[in-house]
Each structure stands twice: as C-alpha cells, then as structure tokens.
C-alpha cells in the first residue's frame, strides 16, 4: 500500500477495491464480488455498471473480468519511464548470451515491479510477468537496491511491507537483511538462493543514475542445477555487472 492519503475519497477507494478484487478472483458476478468485499449488491452492481460503461471492465455472461484498457495505461506508464527505452536492448542481449530469463524492475510504493523480461533459448517459466509485484527482499535485484538506499528508506518499505517468507530461505529480520547487504555493497551483486521460489535461483544488481541514485535493477533467472559452482559465482557476475554498467552509461550520456 502507499503512502496513506490525508482525505481519502470513499468512492475512489471502493473502485480500486473492486478492480483488485475481479483480479483477485479472475473474474466475478455482482453477488459474488458483494460476498468478497462486504459490500451490498445495489453498489456492486453500480461500480461494476460505471467501470464497463468506461470500457474498464468487460463482461461475460454474468461475470465480469478486469479488461485490457488497464494495459494501455501500463504501457503508457512505462514507455515514459527513459530506463525502460534504454535498458531493454541490454535485456534482450542478455538473455540471448545467457539462454535464462533476464528481468527489469523499478521499485514503485515499495515494491519492486516488473517492466520488462526476456526469455532465453532455455529460460524457464515462472509466476512473474511484466507488471507482477513483488517483494524487494526475496528477490536479487531487489536486496541489490535495498542495500544501496538508505536505513531510513529501507525502514520505511519494511514498516509499510513487513517481511513475508517465501521459503525457509527468506532473509526474516532486518538484521538478517543488514548482513546481505554488506555482502551486497562489496561483491556489487545480491543473489536471490530459492528465497522467492523453491528451486530458482537469481543474481541481480542495481542501476544507478550518474548522481548515485537507484533507478531500477536487472537480474538473471534460472533453475537451481543450472545456476551453480563458478558460473553463478564467476561468470554470470561478470556479464550481469557489465550489462548493469553499458545501461548505466547509455543513461548518463545518451
């Protein structure tokens, strides 16, 4: 959740709600939806009328689904950002010389958010997709931003987020996090060991703006037999940080 609004508008608040819960539930009827948020069926059925009215929201039969115009918001969003323009080329190269899934987020609200992903010839599915949240300390790129903002910053997103487990591998204190971070600042990478996912292993690192602020992160994705021994420690460190230094040069003087 973001920052709390000082005055917060009821109705505005109740149309996000329904909107996350048609995603929530991958599609609902009025009654349902009432069921799910507590709300009476006559205001349902009213938001659920405005939001098809405005094309926000499709409807099939009696239930109604979350429509496409939310994408051309996405995209517009996106497009704007200059990091996405420029990195996604790096992206791309990556993941044809590795073969895994290479990824781009930024952190928004204290989340880290997908805006860009490519597969390799031999990159495997996972539940992430481009827009997908997630938490900033069970990913690679994510420690890696982490650990270069400040206590307070990071004290912030922990307070407005917590610490969920993923794993038994999921860093559970800040302390725990404190130590990566060291490790993080040091080797100039973070590296994300089945703390998200069972049996998917990441490495990833920031990008940094030429004035030292944090600008979004890029990490490489695989399978835990493939993503080992000195390659993972050695060799994917070297192409990853090289990546992370072209897309910062290309911002600096482009």
């Known amino acids: 959740m973001g920052q709390e609004a000082k005055n917060p508008v009821k109705a505005a608040e109740t149309t996000f709600e329904i ?18 948020l507590d709300l009476p ?17 499709v409807k099939s039969g009696s239930e109604y689904e979350v429509g496409i115009k939310f994408l051309e918001l996405g995209n517009y969003a996106r497009d704007r950002m200059r990091i996405y323009e420029i990195a996604k080329p790096e992206i791309d190269s990556l993941a044809d010389q590795t073969g895994e899934l290479v990824n781009l987020l930024v952190e928004e609200h204290g989340k880290g958010v997908y805006i860009y992903q490519a597969a390799g010839q031999q990159s495997v599915r996972v539940d992430s997709s481009v827009g997908s949240r997630v938490y900033l300390h069970a990913t690679a790129f994510g ?12 004290d912030r997103i922990i307070e407005s987020h917590g610490l969920p487990q993923f794993t038994d591998r999921t860093s559970a ?7 990566d971070f060291e490790t993080i600042r040091d080797q100039g990478y973070a590296i ?34 493939r993503l080992n021994g000195s390659y993972l420690r050695e060799e994917l460190p070297d192409i990853l940080l090289e990546t992370a230094n072209v ?4 911002i600096t003087y482009s």
């Open 19 to 36: 909107i996350q819960a048609l995603k929530e539930l991958d599609g609902a009827g009025v009654t349902e939806l009432a069921t799910h």
């Open 41 to 57: 069926k006559s205001t349902v059925h009213n938001y659920l009328s405005t939001l098809h009215q405005e094309e926000y929201i």
């Open 143 to 154: 420690k890696a931003m982490l650990a270069n903002y400040s206590p307070e910053r990071v």
């Open 173 to 179: 204190t800040r302390a725990e996090l404190e130590s």
């Open 192 to 225: 994300d060991d089945e703390e998200r996912l069972s049996g998917l292993r990441c490495i990833g690192t920031e990008i940094k703006a030429n004035d030292g602020r944090v600008l979004g992160g890029v990490s490489i994705s695989g399978p835990v037999n």
């Open 247 to 250: 897309i910062e040069l290309n």
